[in-house]
């Protein structure tokens, strides 16, 4: 296989950082960003020319246009666009503050929707290329995490939309729906709402005694391996034909396959009521 170039956000740490050392390890080249692409600097002594870095708080969307432009220009064509990027908020929604709401949003959606305006326009005039998008779970709710949630399918609605957009352009996308790995829940951009005692005993409050070690988070046996997780994302990027959505962990697959049977039982059993709404038909009693 010919060597590939891939950019990769927030590629510092956690998964963006694994899939970024596996390419490099099998000869590929990484433009990488970063918030705090100084601790790349160990990869940019072995890899040499082979790692590109650049700073960038996915937040800054002037920055991250001149970033994506700077990456393109000097490396040329680029094969794959894999983002990583993302934050954690954990809370009731009535717990969570105004500013954490704000800024779960542009991590978790503004910035993904961003890249994406500002990668779609070069990887369509070189030809085509692959944008994969790694967000959470997508399907399964959960009580504690209703922006996280939100995100995630807000995230996917987008790119099934924007999917069929760019597929005339060779242009294709995988949304990568990541169960929980053997990482510090939320990662280092998680924040944790202000509580509210009403939700000490609920289960958003469980939620909150996971994050503060109160109560032990899911045991190992049940969480993903990021290093399995980040070679599943690199043949999404490889295949010829990658899947639109893929599902990694078996948290994941167990509650998103779930969420999706009650959601078309429950879409079955208002079937009549559905179709008695359409034009035409007799009002119901």
């Known amino acids: 296989m010919e060597p590939k170039t ?4 927030d590629a510092a740490s ?19 960003t970063a918030r705090h692409p100084e601790a790349l600097a160990q990869s940019a002594v072995r ?7 650049a700073s960038l708080d996915p937040t800054d969307t002037p920055a991250l246009r001149r ?17 990583t990027t993302g934050s954690g908020l954990f809370g009731a929604c009535e717990e969570l503050t105004d500013d954490q709401i704000a800024r779960e949003v542009s991590v978790g ?14 990887l369509r005039g070189q030809g085509g290329g692959r944008i994969i998008q790694v967000s959470g779970m997508g399907g399964p709710a959960a009580a504690g995490v ?54 000490d005993h609920n289960p958003a409050g469980q939620v909150r005694q996971v994050m503060a070690g109160e ?17 599943a994302i690199i043949g999404a990027g490889d295949s010829t034909a990658p899947p639109a959505r893929l599902t990694l962990g078996s948290d994941a697959y167990n509650g998103t396959r779930a969420a999706l049977r009650e959601r078309l039982a429950e879409l079955e059993a208002y079937r009549e009521t559905a179709f008695a709404a359409d034009a035409g038909t007799a009002p119901s009693g």
Do not use: N
Request: charged share 15%; proline share 7%.
């Open 67 to 83: 970033v994506v432009d700077a990456a393109f220009s000097e490396l040329g064509l680029i094969d794959a666009v894999v983002s």
């Open 109 to 122: 959606l503004v910035g993904p929707v961003q890249l994406a305006r500002a990668v779609i326009p070069r």
């Open 215 to 231: 109560i032990p988070a899911p045991s190992p046996e049940r969480t993903a391996d990021p290093a399995k997780m980040a070679q």
């Open 47 to 53: 890899y040499g020319d082979r790692l590109w870095t």
């Open 146 to 199: 209703s922006l996280c949630h939100a995100t995630a399918q807000a995230i996917e609605g987008f790119y099934a939309s924007v999917a069929a957009e760019v597929a005339p352009f060779g242009i294709s996308v995988t949304v990568v729906r990541a169960g929980t790995a053997r990482t510090v829940p939320g990662g280092a951009d998680s924040a944790v709402a202000p509580a509210v005692e009403a939700y």
């Open 14 to 32: 956690g998964l963006g950082q694994e899939i970024a050392e596996r390419l490099l390890a099998r000869g590929d080249r990484v433009a990488a």
């Open 6 to 9: 891939w950019l990769i956000t």
